[in-house]
């Protein structure tokens, strides 16, 4: 995560599509202004269930992070004025109640924004925003996308070289045997981090249908930590692309805990977005969602005891690859309703 020292509203709306990734529209953030919490953005929600519902989960995610007295800024971006008050109050209200101070509500609209407590604004400059964009260029973070669905864009490349290799390249890794090709998967992915070099299409099939074995798979994630998330974001991204329905499943959810453990939860739920909807469910994916959902900080990862259990086994007929890894996604508590298993919740 990038530290960018913030002065004022407008720098601050400058820094929310570095931060997320992208340009949000309709959308309600949620800004950390003292250490601790994560930022969130949620659709903005227009109707009295969705402020319910979108409450409920950003104060169960915050009120589990936020100490007493911790600052948070409720940004809303839409041109919709009531739509604005209405969601920030109530999500704020709750906060308040909580002993969490939120000290700035705030609505943006393309040109301006309004602090709706005091009625104060300004316009939204191209100084601050140049500002903003230098801090994170120096930081070596690419600029934000244009919107959501040009993130989900960037995974979208040419499948056809790698599929049509699959089958050779599966007859092959039965042939060689599981060990075998876990070795070699191993050996692949450290080359890549020291030398970043894109992987040739028998290489990404073979390391595609590799990390269907899920042992391989857990020694892939692993291999995951802040030091090599930005390396590992870029091994699974262009694989991700690359990979036909298939074999897609695997790479996105490798993808999707890289892009968390670097800070970048919107990329992470970009990335499983990319499952393909005809799969099976999928176990890692739906812990990896859970504790994007109850908004679990990537260092929970890394203060997991190496002795603890590995998500449990995917569900499917092949029973010889469910050997455990040394630790698993921290589980986050339940919203206290109903999940429907798969479902996408609503905070992003």
Not at 62 to 91: K, M, N
Not at 210 to 230: G, H, K, Y
Not at 297 to 308: L, M, Q
């Amino acid at each position: 995560m990038v530290a960018v020292n913030v002065k004022g509203v407008d720098e601050l709306i400058a820094v929310i599509p570095h931060l997320l990734g992208f340009q949000p529209t309709e959308s309600m953030v949620v800004v950390p202004l003292s250490p601790g919490p994560p930022v969130a953005r949620i659709d903005l929600p227009t109707s009295v269930q969705d402020r319910q519902d979108a409450s409920l989960v950003l104060l169960d995610a915050y009120l589990r992070h936020a100490q007493p007295g911790s600052q948070l800024a409720i940004v809303c971006f839409t041109e919709d004025l009531r739509a604005a008050e209405l969601a920030s109050r109530q999500l704020g209200d709750g906060l308040n109640v909580h002993g969490v101070d939120v000290p700035a509500r705030v609505w943006v609209t393309d040109e301006q924004w309004t602090n709706l407590d005091t009625g104060q604004g300004g316009h939204r400059t191209r100084e601050a925003q140049t500002m903003m964009a230098a801090e994170f260029v120096m930081a070596g973070r690419q600029a934000p996308a244009a919107a959501r669905d040009a993130l989900a864009a960037q995974l979208v490349g040419d499948r056809a070289p790698v599929g049509e290799l699959l089958t050779a390249v599966h007859d092959r890794a039965v042939a060689n045997g599981s060990a075998a090709e876990r070795a070699w998967a191993s050996d692949r992915i450290d080359r890549f981090d020291v030398d970043g070099r894109a992987l040739s299409d028998r290489d990404a099939a073979r390391l595609l249908v590799a990390v269907q074995d899920l042992p391989t798979r857990d020694d892939a994630l692993m291999r995951i930590s802040s030091e090599t998330a930005a390396s590992s974001r870029a091994l699974w991204t262009d694989l991700t692309r690359r990979a036909p329905d298939e074999v897609r499943t695997p790479a996105a959810t490798l993808l999707g805990f890289s892009s968390w453990l670097g800070g970048d939860g919107a990329g992470a739920w970009v990335a499983l977005d990319q499952i393909p909807a005809a799969g099976r469910p999928y176990r890692l994916a739906d812990l990896l969602a859970e504790a994007l959902q109850q908004a679990v900080p990537p260092s929970a990862w890394e203060d997991a005891s190496p002795r603890g259990a590995a998500p449990e086994p995917e569900p499917g007929p092949r029973q010889d690859v469910d050997r455990p890894g040394p630790r698993r996604l921290p589980d986050p508590p339940s919203l206290g309703g109903p999940q429907h298993p798969g479902s996408r919740p609503p905070a992003r």
